[in-house]
Nanobody
Framework: QVQLVESGGGLVQAGGSLRLSCAAS????????MGWFRQAPGKEREFVAS????????SYTDSVKGRFTISRDNARNTVYLQMNSLKPEDTAVYYC????????????WGQGTQVTVSS
């Protein structure tokens, strides 16, 4: 059974940094794409970043390019989202997700971690 457990959220001032972690378990993820999504109050969930576990190739939504970095640690089976130069509009619940590389939709989700950026 796949389990994704996020951690690292919190309250930070604008311009600050946070690093989110997603501990993945339950299978070998070498054929998976791992993603980070976020959902702000009153808004739809949106894609933030993704990484293909095997190759390390990454993708980002435009609003976080140059500020956020997604990475993975094979030994720890953990995916990270380093968030720098945070803005109040980054405030949201951040979710870790996984999908098999050949599938379009992310089928596995974590419980989410709150990130709040104060101005």
């Amino acid at each position: 059974q796949v389990q994704l457990v996020e951690s690292g959220g919190g309250l930070v001032q604008a311009g600050g940094s946070l690093r989110l972690s997603c501990a993945a378990s339950g299978r070998t993820f070498s054929s998976y794409v791992m993603g980070w999504f976020r959902q702000a109050p009153g808004k739809e969930r949106e894609f933030v970043a993704s990484i293909r576990w095997s190759s390390g190739s990454t993708s980002y939504t435009d609003s976080v390019k140059g500020r956020f970095t997604i990475s993975r640690d094979n030994a720890r089976n953990t995916v990270y989202l380093q968030m720098n130069s945070l803005k109040p509009e980054d405030t949201a619940v951040y979710y870790c997700a996984a999908r098999y590389f050949a599938y379009e939709n992310f089928g596995f989700w974590g419980q989410g971690t709150q990130v709040t950026v104060s101005s």
